[in-house]
C-alpha cells in the first residue's frame, strides 16, 4: 500500500493545486464605493463612525511543487460618490484621477486597497412627481452650465463627483434643475459655499 500512496501524493504534487489571492478594498470615506472586479460588481457603502471594507478572492491560478506564479494581474475598475483613484506622481492642484487600474495580487495573500475622499459631491433624490431631465451647475464668476446628472426618474436618485473647496480655492456651487414638463428650478440651491472633500451636498425633491 505505502509503494502505491508515495507515487500517488507525488503526481497530485506536481499536479498542483488551486490557490487564491484576497483584494481587501478599505472605505475610509463616509460615502459608498462602487468597485468590479473580475466582472462582477460591488457595493461597499461608507460610515462616519466604522471603517468599512470588504474582501473579495480571485483564482491566482495553480501552484506547482517545482514552479509558482509570483502574482497575477486582475483589473479593478473603482470610484465612489467622494473618491477617485489619483496618481501620487502629481501634487495638487494637478492631480490625475481615473477610476480604471490593474492590480498585481500574490496568491495566498492579501492586497489591501485604502480608499481616502479626493472630492465633495451632491446627491440628487427625486420624490417629486415629474421625472428629471438634468442638473446642472455653474459656479461664481463663470457663465458656463454644466450638466452632471441626467434622466433621473420619479422615485429615483443619482449622484456625482464635484472639486472640493480648500484653503486656497474656495468654490461656490450653483445648481439648476431642468424637469420633463418644462419647469426649471434655479432659485433653490444657489452660492452653495465651500463643499469640502467628503461633503455631499443632498438635494431632495418632494
Known sequence: MRKILIPLLFIIFLAGCSTEGDIKIINRTDHSLYFTIKGNDYILEGSETSDPNMTVSVDTGKQFLFYSKDYVKVDLHLEGETFMMKDEFYGPPDWEFFTETTLQVIPKETLKVYCDPTHAGVKLINNSAEDILRLAYCTAGSDSLNSIIQSVASGDSAWSRLKASTDYDSISYS???????????????????????????????E
Open 175 to 205: 445648481f439648476i434643475i431642468e424637469f420633463s414638463n418644462g419647469s426649471v428650478d434655479s432659485t433653490n440651491y444657489i452660492n452653495i459655499n465651500e463643499l469640502t472633500v467628503d461633503e455631499q451636498l443632498t438635494i431632495e425633491l
